[in-house]
């Protein structure tokens, strides 16, 4: 089955550094977009980052780019998010997920995800003083 486990997160200073990590069971992920998405209380899901398995094009959020960077091991069937110049407004639970796509966007716009798709279970990131 397709399973994603997520590591990394913790609490950190603004300004801070941290890198997520998303290990993949099931599949090989090298074949497949894989998307960041993040949650905060009261908001709603945002996506953050994305690499395709198709081209290893890369998508960022206009809050994250110049900041995060998304990247893939294929060795290590893990896809990572480094995440620099970190900012309050960054906390949230950080989930990784796929649709088993491809790409992760088309000429029509970027391809949504819902509870149907496969996510991980989330790692809290905190960016306070």
């Known amino acids: 089955q397709v399973q994603f486990e997520e590591s990394g997160g913790g609490l950190v200073q603004p300004g801070g550094s941290l890198r997520l990590s998303c290990a993949a069971s099931?599949?090989?992920?090298?074949?497949?977009?894989i998307g960041w998405f993040r949650q905060a209380p009261g908001k709603e899901r945002e996506g953050v980052s994305c690499?395709?398995?198709?081209?290893?094009?890369?998508y960022y959020g206009d809050s994250v780019k110049g900041r995060f960077t998304i990247s893939r091991d294929n060795a290590k069937n893990t896809v990572y998010l480094q995440m620099n110049s970190l900012k309050p407004e960054d906390t949230a639970v950080y989930y990784c997920?796929?649709?088993?796509?491809?790409?992760?966007?088309?000429?029509?716009?970027?391809?949504?995800?819902?509870?149907?798709?496969?996510w991980g279970q989330g790692t809290q990131v905190t960016v306070s003083p």
């Open positions: 099931g599949f090989g992920l090298r074949y497949y977009a």
């Open positions: 997920a796929t649709g088993l796509r491809t790409r992760c966007c088309s000429g029509n716009g970027c391809y949504p995800l819902d509870e149907r798709d496969y």
């Open positions: 690499i395709s398995g198709s081209d290893g094009n890369t």
